[in-house]
Structure formats: C-alpha cells, structure tokens
C-alpha cells in the first residue's frame, strides 16, 4: 500500500507542480471561521446499521444520549438524523459554507449553503428509498462531485465522509479522486464506522455480532475498509478517525470538523 | 441439457477465431438469436452456414436475414452473490477472485463488463468498460461479504438496466443458487427475472458455487429459456474451469438475425433447428413484440 500511495503522490505532485498548483503545504490562513465543507453521508443498510445496531437490542446509546429502539427498518435513519444534526451544528461557524449529500445521491448537484441549512440539507440527503438503502455506496463518485462542487468556493476546502469504508458501484476510483482533490486543493477526511468490538459509548458491552449473518460486510479478499480512505486523507492532508464499535458518529464527525479547522490553522497537517 | 462439464475436450478442439466482429444491430425489423451448437458428445460444432440453420416462430418457419459464425461483442454483466452462505460455502472453499479475474482476462477487445454483487446490499455496477485493470481492481476492492441472498432482486435489478446495452447482452451470476434474504424496497420472483430476460434480450449465465447440491431447477430454467446456461465447480472447488467453460460456449455462438412473422405484440414462440445428424441447438425460446 505504501509503495502504490507514494507513486499516487509523486504523480499527483508532478501534475500539481505542472500546473501551477501548490502542494503539500498546508494552508495557513487566519481566516478559518469560513470553511467551505461537504459531507457526504453513506447511508446504505450496512453503515447506517454499524452506526446504531446496538440501539435494536434495546439497550445502549448514541453519543452519549440514552435511547430506546426498536427493530425496525427506518430507526436507524430516525437515530442518525438528531444525532448527526447536533453535531453538524455544533461543528460549524456563523461564515461556513456548507453542503450536505448522500453518497447514493452522486448524480444530484448540490450547492454550498450557510449553517442554517443544515436541517434541512439533513432531511434530503437521509430521505431515501429503500432500494437505494440496500444499494450500493459509491463514495468515490460521490466525493467527486464534491470536490467539483468545492472547487470554485474560498479555501480551505474540505470534505468529511461518514462510512463504513466499503466502497460499492463507482465509476471513478480513488486514485482520480486523489488528484481531482489535489488539484482543487480539498481535504478529504472520514469518519469511519466500523463493526468491530461493538461496545456502548458509557462502556455497556453488548453481544459480539462480529460472526453473525446479515449485520455486517466484510471483505472477501482481506481488504481493510478504511485502506483506500486512509490513502486519500494522506494525500489530501485530510483525517481519517475510526468508530470501532463505540457508536460515537456525531461526536466524531466534530472532532474530524474541527481538526480539519485545526489543521488548517496551525500547518499540522498529515505527512 | 446443459453440457458444460464436457466442454474440456471442446475447449482444446476449438480452432483460434478470426478477429472480424461484425456488430449485430437489432431493429424492428429484426430479431436476433444467439445459438450454441453441440453434438452428441457435448462437443461445439462449427463451421455451419445459415443455410445448416431453421428458425421457427409460433411453429411456422421465418426468413434468415443476418448470420454470423464469428463471435459478437458482449455487454456482460456480472454479479457475484456476496452472501453469508456463499462466504461460507464458496468462497472459503473456491478461489473465487481468480475465476472473476479469468472472466475479465477472457474479455475481446469489443466486450464490455461490469461487476456487481449481492447479499446485504444489491451493487449492478456503476458502467461497463473494457478497462480489464479498473475492472480487476472492483472485484478485489468494492466487493463485499454479507446478508441474505436476494437472488432474484438482485438479477431483476441488474437486467433492468440492461435494455440500454447494446447486444449481445449476458448476465452472468455466481452464486449458491438458493435465494433467501428478501431484501425491503422491492418483490421479485424467478417469474420475473425470466421476463426481464426475455424483454430486455439477454441470456442468463450462473456458476454455481457447490458440488454438493444439484443445480437448483429455477435457475437451469431460466437458463434454459434465455438461451444461457450454467456450470458448478467441480469436487475440487476448480471455479476457473467452470468460467472457461461458459467463456468459450459465448465464444462458440451463432449470430442468427430473423425477420419477425408476427404483427401482434406479446409473447412469440422460438425453435430452431439445425441440418446436422445429432447435434443440438440452444438459443432463447421466445421473445416479446
């Protein structure tokens, strides 16, 4: 992996440097209270799953905030959308710019609105039918679009991905999207939420589901779902922070917000 | 009828095909069959004009418009049944990535693929490309084990975004053959999946990853009936062999291309027959006006 991301980066510096683009240096700026941002949601069954199956044992919590659930297919939907609304909220500034889309929705423009569009930017990206759901994620194709969406706005420019990693259906694989992010100057950065050890945020251990059928995927040729993500937050100076099994979505989708506000701030940015 | 477990010495007896692939472009006016031709010994038989060649519709005989003896450019579709059985049963017995890579190797410099996949979540595939490399890097990158197996939804769902393909249009499916895990959103049935393959023109292709079950009757009807056919590995778990096999029967079919007697829309039956002691003919056995 290591050997295929320095060759992506050498290529992706070599055509930065031919076209004049700056890269790898991180973007000091002391005006980080407008942060042009998109967050691509993948809501399909398996991560929306990861993200709240242990609220369907009726017991648990979701960032902290007790909750009661029930099997049902939308609940996971009706949990994520508070929760990922708090703390989109909370993670923004009165000057950001903000876009909200789902990864299934790739095909759909979308445009960058103030901080007070969140709710509702929310209520259009997780309103999807149920073949979508158990559809395919292309997060490739999605963060595409998302760079191209970003590429006219005010720098720093960012992308934040919540997944599980397991990138389905694209028609542009992640090598293109490193350099169409490079060369539009975009972080891309992930929370990923994974099956592994599921535990409670207050530390209640809940029943191992890791070995059972139809919760989970998992690859059958031993790839690591957050590898590509990995790749990308590397060589676009981006994060990449894990859920495992904690159900913390919303508290790390600000943490990841805020390094990114960081990072741009103080030049710490990834190697 | 399906005779793939005997196309090993067919296989070594198939002489190297001309490059020329003249392209079949169905009209109104035309319909196309795809043929496959075997002797008594399960061998392909090649070398027959249009002349060697009967079509029947409704049971009355139709005028041969378009024949071809070379191999036609495919749009093939595959998908690959990512389910917690098969994970259990297949892919941990059978090297099932090799079979894949074998089948994007077998690709023409005409054919078209895409990989999609199901079990939790029905994947079609973003596109067909020729890409062989992007092609390789999906089935080892963006498949998935997990879930049910939602067989039928999972074939209806790919054949429905197959009419916009140009012919030859092939879904090729591996999987265990037992379709469980109904996923919500959608009803379908192998009722159904039979229709969109006969209205959309495409032949249904299956690997079946056990040799210790017979291959289920739904999906050798459906085979059957779409002009396809189907393989399982063997007792050694050899995947790659039963991919070669269907490989060469797509590359070994005729090109028939018929003038239609029908006026009236709705279901039209199909033979056809072939002037050669002993030989058999499959192709679909109908189409819809």
Redesign the interface.
């Known amino acids: 992996m290591f050997a295929r991301c320095a060759r992506l980066s050498l290529c992706l510096v070599a055509s930065a440097v031919l076209l004049g683009v700056p890269v790898g240096h991180a973007q000091k700026r002391s005006d980080v209270d407008s942060l042009s941002l998109v967050i691509v949601l993948d809501a399909?069954?398996?991560v929306t799953e990861a993200m709240s199956t242990f609220i369907w044992d009726g017991q648990g919590d979701l960032d902290g905030v007790a909750v009661s659930g029930r099997k049902t297919?939308d609940s996971p939907m009706a949990f994520l959308r508070g929760t990922l609304r708090s703390a989109i909220v909370r993670a923004l500034k009165a000057n950001d710019r903000i876009a909200i889309m789902r990864a299934g929705n790739r095909d759909t423009a979308i445009a960058l609105a103030p901080p007070g569009s969140v709710a509702s930017q929310l209520e259009a990206a997780l309103s999807l039918?149920?073949?979508e759901?158990?559809?395919?994620?292309?997060l490739w194709?999605a963060a595409y679009l998302a760079v191209s969406t970003l590429s006219g706005a005010p720098e720093p420019r960012a992308i934040v991905l919540m997944t599980d990693g397991?990138?389905?259906?694209?028609?542009v694989?992640s090598s293109t999207l490193a350099g169409h992010a490079a060369l539009n100057r975009v972080r891309i950065s992930a929370v990923v939420e994974s099956w592994q050890r599921p535990r409670s945020a207050r530390g209640w251990r809940i029943s191992d589901t890791t070995n059972s059928?139809?919760?989970?995927?998992?690859?059958?040729?031993g790839?690591k779902?957050s590898e590509?993500l990995e790749t990308l937050a590397a060589l676009t100076q981006g994060d990449v922070v894990v859920d495992a099994g904690e159900r913390r979505p919303g508290e790390l989708l600000v943490e990841v917000i805020e390094r990114t506000r960081h990072g741009v701030e103080t030049g710490d940015v990834a190697p | 009828m399906c005779a793939l477990c005997l196309l090993s010495d067919a296989n070594r007896a198939a002489p190297a095909r001309p490059p020329q692939q003249p392209i079949f472009r169905a009209t109104s006016e035309t319909i196309a069959l795809y043929a496959t031709v075997r002797d008594s010994s399960g061998r392909f038989v090649q070398g027959l004009a249009a002349d060697d060649f009967t079509v029947f519709e409704d049971g009355l005989p139709v005028d041969i418009v378009t024949f071809s003896s070379q191999p036609q450019p495919l749009s093939l579709s595959v998908m690959v049944d990512t389910s917690e059985s098969t994970a259990t049963i297949g892919m941990a017995d059978v090297p099932l990535k090799d079979a894949l890579y074998a089948t994007i190797d077998q690709l023409g410099p005409s054919d078209r693929m895409r990989v999609g996949s199901f079990g939790l979540e029905i994947v079609v595939g973003a596109g067909f490309i020729s890409d062989k490399e992007r092609l390789k890097r999906t089935v080892e990158r963006e498949l998935w084990v997990g879930g049910g197996t939602p067989l039928w939804q999972a074939l209806a769902a790919a054949l429905e975004t197959m009419p916009e393909q140009p012919p030859r249009r092939v879904l090729l499916a591996f999987t265990d053959g037992v379709n469980t895990g109904q996923l919500p959103g959608r009803r379908s049935s192998d009722d159904q999946v039979a229709s969109l393959a006969e209205s959309c023109e495409c032949m249904l292709f299956f690997v079946l990853l056990r040799a210790d079950v017979p291959v289920p009757r739904a999906l050798s009807t459906l085979a059957d009936r779409s002009g396809g056919g189907y393989a399982r590995v063997d007792r050694s778990g050899d995947v790659t062999a039963a991919v070669k096999a269907i490989n060469e029967e797509l590359r070994q079919q005729y090109l028939i291309g018929v003038r239609p007697r029908a006026d009236a829309a709705g279901r039209h039956s199909l033979r056809v027959d072939v002037r050669q002691p002993n030989a058999t003919v499959r192709s679909r056995s109908s189409y819809v006006r």
């Open positions: 399909s069954a398996s297919p039918s149920e073949s759901r158990y559809g395919s994620s292309p194709d397991m990138a389905s259906g694209n028609s694989d059928p139809w919760n989970f995927l998992r690859s059958p040729f790839v779902p590509e």
